[in-house]
Structure formats: structure tokens, C-alpha cells
């Protein structure tokens, strides 16, 4: 019997002798209830061994996770949506330990802003009794860099100075069935290692059509600060890391999503590596099948994934690909639908020419396709990592000089002079520039700008009720924003 048909017979053991009181006792008879006496011990002990396995898992799992808190700036939010603005604000998240000396990943939300990130590490296994208290000793507390980011995964990979830390490892060979049980660890609303347990609701849930990300949905209960923790399964392996919740009154509501393992790893080694993660794209879009279109272009299957759109001079039509054509491998993943290509585009090496295999009609083909390296440009200012970013507080913007870093991010192409907005934040002396993140400020006041420093010098130098007219180049494009100083 394997673990799993054991756990599932342990709680169908626990349903039988939970359920058993409640049967009327004036339908028993004496053979049922002696029957029922004899097996109790046999149940019990059943029990007991389920629970010695789930404390099992937990405990294997658990010394790697960590708690995260930080200090900086993040994203304000007005009648609960997120705004553009950046506001001064205190997070806790969580995070797993990927490698003994001090990479640690979690979610890219829970550093976003940061100033100052510490992780707090678990305190150590003892004998005493389970009901003392646990301080957190100086040691447990270490100070962490961020070595990158992807928002579009919402991943990141920390590091601290400290050796021979316990770890969890990243398996991308780890199978994951809808109604298998799985555990959350992490730090709902600052709850230090809370331990939650449900189901796989779904293995491949796409939020967005237009968003490559696909989830796994649970169950187990996710609060805010679970976010960059561990969803385990019965072996505890980490079959994903916790990342966001569909929630109306902001708590648990059973719909929890996790990052796959497999997109997990592919992200650490790509930030582990180069401080981002590079992603493909081939130029072509595709969309799910449905019955209804399937039978309106009379394709030979009513499932998966069909190329809607090929676009005109990239690779994909370089290759031979056309619309209609039906999606049924890439690099020889099965392709059962959107999801499925979105996963598959989304691990591709940045290196590798792809391989597409096709339906055209009732004809089964097969194309090499070179990949582009996709850049997410100005949602990626935030996540260069060592970026020097300035705070002009007068104006309520993050500046960066210009350099090789954040110029390929940018669409200029006039000239490598001024600064760039990092960020547009919020205070209580806000002065409505018009700048937005990306622009780059050419001048003040028809003064050439150069660096930031002069930047900060010119705007030190404003009092209230001066005119401003800054000139900015935005999308390749110069115009002029004027305002007046409060």
C-alpha cells in the first residue's frame, strides 16, 4: 500500500469512528457494538500513525522556512486597488531556504520597495514543553541582500551571510494531482511557522488569459503572510511556493494559489545566476479551443491550444508556423492547452532553438523555432539589483542616472543624457509633476541635466510657488511638463 492509499484509509478510519456515536443506539445490536469495541484499538492506532506521518512532514520541512520582514517602500493602494504611487510601508512574508550557505526565495511582493530586509530563522527544536515560549534570539535574526526579482513569476532571491543552514530542495520532477493533501508554512498575518492543510483544488489554473503565469490552486488556508512559503505534499517535497489569494473580505477563503516547482527552480537558477530571469517569446499567440470553435473552423480536436495570431516578420513565421495551426508538443511537453504552451514557452533556455510540434488540418508537422529574449522593460526598473535609486522628495520621485543597466530597459533613443524616473511615490507634500516611472528628465528650466545630483541640487533650490517646466522624453517621444512648487 502506498503512503498515499494509507493516508486515505487512516481518514476513512477517522470518518468511521468520528460518525459511529451518532448512529441511533436502539438500531445497534449487541454483535455490532462488541464488533465496533473490537476494531477501536486498530482504528486508534491507525490514527496515530497518520499523525505521527503529518508531524513527520512538518518537522522535515519547517527548518528551512523563514520569516521575512521589511522595511521601504511599496505600492499605495486606494478603495482597495493598487495605485502607481509608492508610499513608506512595513511587510512580513516568508521564505524557504534553497541552499545551506543562505539563498532563500520568496515572493517578489514581499520585498518590493525594500530599504531593509531581515529574516528571522526558526528557533531551534527543543524538549521543553510544547506550551513555553520560543524568544527570538539575536542570532535567529540576519540581515539579507536582494540579489533579484521577477514580477511577473512575483519571485526573489534573497541572501544572507550564514553557513550549513537547513534547506529544502527544488525538484522539478515532483507530480502534482488534483485532491492529493498538501501543508502551507508561513507567517499568516506574522504567525511564525503556522502550519495549514488541504487539497490540490487545481494543478494548472490560469488567472489571466493574457498572463503566461499558471498556479496551482488549493485549498489550505492562505492568509496575507503566507506569501513566499512552502505548499508540501505527504513527502514533503515542495510542490510550489505560495504567492496570492481570490479573497472578498481579504482572509482565507479556500481559493489559495502556488507558484510550480518547476517555474520555482527555472527562476532561483536565473536569478542565482544573472540577477533576472530571461524569458522567450517567439511571435505568436495562442488561445485555448473550445468546442464552440472548434466546430465553427472545423478543426480535427476540440481541446487545446490553437495559434491565433502569427506576427509579421518574427520568428514564428520565420519558422513556418500560421494561424489554425493546433499546438501538440513544445520541446516534447504535451500540450493540452493554453496553460500547458504558456508553461512550456515560459521554462524554454533563452539559448535553445524551440521545437513545435503541430496539427495544419490532419497533418502532423514539426518546426524549429528561434526564441527572442523577452524583456518586461519599464516594469523591470524596480528590479535591477544594486540599482542606486535617489528619493527627490520635492517631487516625490525615485531618480537614477542613466547607464548600462537601465538603458535597455528604457525606449530612448536620442540621447544617454538626464535621469530617469524609477518610481513615482506619494506624501503629504505631493506636487503633481506628471512624471510617470520611465520618463526620462532631459532638463529643468532649460538646464541640461546630467546626473542626479544636479538634479537634486536644481530642485533643492525651489521655493513654493516657483514655475517648473521639466523637459521629458517619454516612449521615445519630448514634451514638456510645468507645474508650480508647493
Known amino acids: 500500500m502506498t503512503k498515499l492509499q494509507w493516508m486515505k484509509y487512516a481518514m476513512a478510519c477517522l470518518l468511521v469512528a468520528t460518525c459511529a456515536p451518532a448512529q441511533s443506539t436502539a438500531l445497534r445490536t449487541a454483535h455490532d457494538a462488541s464488533a465496533l469495541v473490537s476494531k477501536a484499538p486498530a482504528s486508534s492506532n491507525l490514527l496515530r500513525a497518520f499523525n505521527s506521518s503529518l ?15 521589511v522595511n521601504g517602500y511599496g505600492p499605495a493602494e486606494e478603495h482597495g486597488h493598487t495605485t502607481a504611487k ?10 524557504i531556504i534553497v541552499d545551506p550557505d543562505g539563498y532563500i526565495i520568496t515572493n517578489a511582493h514581499v520585498v518590493e520597495g525594500q530599504q531593509r530586509v531581515r529574516v528571522i530563522l526558526p528557533s ?5 514543553s510544547s506550551l513555553a515560549l520560543q524568544p527570538i534570539h ?12 521577477h514580477k511577473q513569476s512575483d519571485l526573489a532571491l534573497l541572501k544572507v551571510q550564514a553557513t550549513d543552514l537547513p534547506t529544502v530542495h527544488l525538484r522539478n520532477d515532483v507530480r502534482v494531482r488534483p485532491g492529493e493533501l498538501v501543508f502551507a508554512i508561513g507567517s499568516p498575518e506574522g504567525l511564525r511557522d503556522t ?38 505534499d505527504i513527502d514533503g517535497d515542495v510542490v510550489g511556493i505560495n504567492t496570492l489569494i481570490l479573497s472578498e473580505g481579504g482572509g482565507s477563503e479556500g481559493l489559495g494559489f502556488a507558484i510550480p516547482a518547476a517555474i520555482v527552480n527555472f527562476d532561483y537558477r536565473n536569478l542565482r545566476k544573472s540577477g533576472h530571469v ?10 485555448n479551443i473550445t468546442p464552440t470553435l472548434a466546430a465553427g473552423l472545423g478543426l480535427a480536436r476540440s481541446w487545446g491550444a490553437i495559434i491565433s495570431d502569427v506576427l509579421a516578420g518574427g520568428a514564428a513565421e520565420a519558422a513556418g508556423l500560421q494561424v489554425d495551426d493546433i499546438v501538440l508538443a513544445v520541446d516534447d511537453r504535451p500540450i493540452l492547452g493554453l496553460p500547458d504552451f504558456m508553461t512550456a514557452l515560459y521554462l524554454h533556455p533563452a539559448d535553445q532553438v524551440m521545437k513545435i510540434d503541430v496539427l495544419r488540418g490532419l497533418k502532423r508537422s514539426s518546426f524549429n523555432v528561434p526564441v527572442k529574449v523577452y524583456h518586461d522593460n519599464i516594469g523591470d526598473l524596480a528590479d535591477i539589483p544594486d540599482l542606486q535609486k535617489t528619493l527627490v522628495r520635492k517631487l516625490n520621485v525615485f531618480v537614477s542616472d542613466m547607464g548600462g543597466k537601465i538603458e535597455p530597459l528604457l525606449h530612448s533613443t536620442r540621447s544617454d543624457t538626464g535621469v530617469a524616473v524609477v518610481a513615482v511615490t506619494s506624501g503629504s507634500n505631493a506636487v503633481d509633476t506628471g512624471l510617470e516611472t ?13 546626473t542626479t545630483s ?18 521629458v522624453e517619454r516612449n521615445g517621444k519630448l514634451q514638456y511638463l510645468a507645474f508650480e512648487m508647493e
Not at 509608492?86 to 521564505?95: M, P
Not at 531551534?124 to 521543553?128: G, K, L, M
Not at 539575536?138 to 526579482?149: C, P, S, W, Y
Open 438 to 450: 520611465g520618463d526620462i528628465i532631459r532638463a529643468v528650466d532649460r538646464t541640461a541635466l546630467q
Open 86 to 95: 509608492i508610499v513608506r510601508q512595513h511587510a512580513i512574508g516568508t521564505g
Open 278 to 287: 530571461q524569458r522567450v517569446a517567439i511571435g505568436a499567440r495562442t488561445q
Open 124 to 128: 531551534p527544536a527543543t524538549t521543553e
Open 195 to 232: 502550519v495549514t492543510m488541504g487539497v490540490v483544488s487545481s494543478v494548472s489554473r490560469q488567472l489571466d488569459p493574457d498572463n503566461p503565469m499558471v498556479y496551482i490552486q488549493t485549498d489550505a488556508a492562505l492568509n496575507p503572510g503566507n506569501s513566499g512559503g512552502p505548499l508540501v
Open 454 to 471: 544636479q538634479f537634486e541640487t536644481l530642485v533643492r533650490n525651489l521655493r513654493s510657488g516657483d514655475p517648473v517646466v521639466l523637459q
Open 55 to 69: 508531524e513527520a512532514v512538518i518537522s522535515k520541512v519547517s527548518p528551512a522556512v523563514v520569516q521575512i520582514v
Open 138 to 149: 539575536a542570532n535567529q535574526i540576519l540581515e539579507a541582500k536582494v540579489l533579484g526579482t
